[in-house]
């Protein structure tokens, strides 16, 4: 074999730091970005924030301040493209959910909420219980879910006890019981039957509909949960007023009892963009408070000035990191807003009527008007969120499927699925729209759609089927 030597020429895309920063500051939701931002100006002390008001600011989070970063750029040091990184050669229903709207009355302040743990043995605490009793209630009490439910069998727990406790099925159950009577009423259920049937218990005897109630929730549950109003009503052989009575009662009780003491704190979304109709035409703005103002520590810059030959490299390769990270940062909220803009523009009627006139859109389409990649585009759309007045919405919202239209032309999937939820919001309660007559509608209305689609589409909106949405 004869060995030779040839030189090939080829192109190929090289992650510089500089980019690889820029793409991983791209994908960064907004409270993603903060926390970055936040260990970068504790570890760099070229970089800092600039305060706006008189007190100055200790941290990025204290100032919530406005957007723009500032910085300069070294000569002979090309800019990053505005195009931005381009990555192609790498290449139970509604009721059983109520629990999560249980409203407090009064502030709640989270350093002083109790859990649902704690507030079950202070009860237990001051209970006139034997220890043995005490100790069996506490392994309950151990056992429950955050909902309150005791979802394993007594069986179950009886086997996790230890041996040397000796104790017996019946001994375990009394515990369950004296569980089952203490705050919030419900709490030790083992299912959600047994759970309203403890609430319906302490009401009074003479509560309208209570006693049919409790037969629905022992025995029928799943009669109501299925709108099987006729085998309910022959099963417990009452008439249409007394079956509403007691349906209406059972919805009033709190499924979930434990919900009320989830530690859960709600998580609130800051927009990174604001759309405002200015003189008949819709702009966006990038939100002020969404983004920080970066600058170069000017008495550091002025030291690296003075003696740029006395060994000031690690200064000097930080300097370079804080440019780097300004320019990223400013390149990041540019990006964003050629693309909210680009959006808004195709997207002016949702705007202007709301959901049911949401046009079919897909990330190619932006990617070609503000010209960047699609996977530019994709990562510039997850986890940034857009104020409009109609709600504020993330920018993948925008974007859907299409259906074709009888005329030829194309509907988006959003606007069918309002379109779903118009409908149902209309339709008599005594005789709902089946899947088969709302797709008859719509396409009544031009628009081509199978039943099969039209379910998943009112599965997606969390609407039940006719049967269930039958009133009662």
């Known amino acids: ?76 040091e090309a800019p990053m493209g505005a195009e931005g990184p381009d990555l192609s050669e790498l290449d139970w229903n509604d009721y059983a959910a109520r629990g999560d709207e249980e409203d407090d009355s009064g502030p709640d302040t989270p350093a002083l909420r109790k859990t649902l743990r704690e507030h079950l043995l202070e009860q237990l605490a001051l209970g006139p219980l034997e220890a043995r009793d005490r100790l069996l209630v506490t392994f309950l009490i151990d056992a429950l879910n955050e909902d309150g439910y005791l979802t394993l069998s007594l069986k179950d727990v009886l086997e996790t006890l230890p041996p040397d406790w000796e104790t017996d099925p019946e001994e375990l159950d009394i515990a369950l019981k004296h569980l089952q009577h203490m705050d919030p009423t419900g709490v030790g259920a083992r299912d959600l039957g047994e759970c309203l049937n403890l609430q319906l218990r302490t009401l009074p005897e003479g509560t309208p509909g209570r006693e049919t109630a409790l037969q629905i929730t022992a025995q029928h549950l799943s009669l109501l ?92 390769a930080q300097l370079q990191e804080a440019k780097w990270l300004i320019k990223n940062v400013q390149q990041r909220f540019d990006t964003i807003l050629r693309v909210s803009q680009a959006i808004i523009d195709r997207q002016r009627q949702f705007l202007e009527h709301g959901e049911v006139a949401m046009r079919p859109l897909v990330l190619r389409e932006i990617a070609e008007t503000v010209g960047l990649h699609e996977s530019t585009v994709s ?27 009888e005329s030829g032309g194309a509907c988006s999937s959003t606007a069918i699925r309002a379109l779903i939820r118009q409908l149902v919001d209309a339709e008599d309660a005594k005789n709902p729209l089946s899947d088969g007559q709302l797709a008859d509608i719509l396409s009544q209305q031009g628009i081509m759609v199978a039943r099969r689609t039209v379910a998943k589409y009112r599965d997606a909106l969390q609407i039940p089927p006719a049967n269930m949405r039958k009133a009662v």
Not at 240 to 254: F, K, P, T, V, Y
Request: charged share 25%.
């Open 225 to 316: 949960a299925n709108r099987d109003v006729g085998k309910l009503k022959r099963a417990l052989q009452i008439d249409d007023a007394g079956l509403r009575q007691a349906r209406e009662l059972i919805l009033s009780l709190n499924p979930r009892p434990g919900a009320s003491f989830s530690s859960d704190e709600a998580q609130y979304v800051v927009p990174d963009v604001i759309v405002r109709k200015v003189k008949g035409l819709w702009l966006a703005t990038l939100n002020n408070d969404a983004m920080p103002k970066l600058r170069i520590n000017r008495v550091y810059a002025d030291i690296l000035a003075r003696h740029r030959d006395s060994g000031t490299g690690q200064l000097n």
């Open 379 to 405: 990562r510039v759309t997850t986890q940034k969120f857009m104020m409009t007045p109609r709600g504020i919405f993330e920018l993948k919202y925008f974007f859907g499927s299409h259906v074709a239209t």
């Open 1 to 76: 074999m004869k060995h030779n030597l040839q030189l090939k020429l080829s192109q190929h895309l090289a992650l510089t730091p500089q980019l690889q920063q820029s793409i991983r500051l791209l994908q960064l939701s907004t409270l993603e970005l903060s926390q970055e931002l936040e260990q970068m100006l504790q570890d760099n002390p070229l970089l800092e924030i600039e305060a706006e008001d008189e007190h100055g600011a200790s941290s990025l989070r204290e100032t919530g301040e406005a957007v723009a970063a500032e910085g300069g750029q070294d000569e002979g």
